[in-house]
């Protein structure tokens, strides 16, 4: 499967956003996740690193 875990990187600290997320867009200056079930969820961040082997995006926190 291609699904991967969202983290946000809070000063160094990982925490879970969203598992099984199929799609990361940008909208405005924040991220719309979307996971295989069509829930969505738009956070404020940029992309920091992507791990495709590992399933895992990670995001970099960023204020409004």
Known sequence: MCE???FLDKDGDLEKVMD???EVRPEGN???LVDVFGEQKL???RLKEAEL???RIILRE???
């Open 4 to 6: 991967a875990a969202v």
């Open 20 to 22: 099984d997320v199929v």
């Open 30 to 32: 924040k991220l719309l």
């Open 43 to 45: 956070v404020s961040a």
């Open 53 to 55: 082997m590992d399933h």
């Open 62 to 64: 960023t204020k409004d």
